[in-house]
């Protein structure tokens, strides 16, 4: 018996209904170019639609890549208790350039990432088995930069995790 092969196939949008769903979209959040360009190709928009459809977002400011920016680092900071590191990787992945987000991230102060580094090492300290104290800073070192701190913040959260406490 022969397997019947099913292939489901959307509906090819006009560059109209693109435009409308993309307004739509960026009236509702914050979103970046390379969202909205993703988006278009996935509807397989030609190119010359994409550039108008565009030029339109940007113009009447529904796609505004530094104000995406600002949210979005203020959010993975605040919200999801990233440091600077995996911010700018996610940032990286989305394409915008860096010459809109390093002044951004040069705004924000080093004690809101030592506000969200420091109960993540203290919560961690206990839970990490270790033959010595040197092992375990190892560990909480890696466990840091995994979630995109920097080096120099880190060692001082260890380092204030190492002392006793009074």
Known sequence: MA???WFFTFPMITEQQAQLRLTTLCAQGEHCTQEMLDKLAKWEIDEAAQARIMAYLTE???IDDSRYCAAFV?????YNGWGRRKVEQALYMKRIPRSISDPIFDEIPDELYLEKLRPLI??????IKARNDYERSMKLIKFALGRGFEMRLIRQCVDEAEL???
């Open 122 to 127: 203290k919560q961690k300290w206990p839970t």
């Open 60 to 62: 009447h400011r529904f």
């Open 164 to 166: 006793p406490d009074d």
């Open 74 to 78: 203020k959010d993975k900071i605040r």
């Open 3 to 5: 397997e019947a092969i």
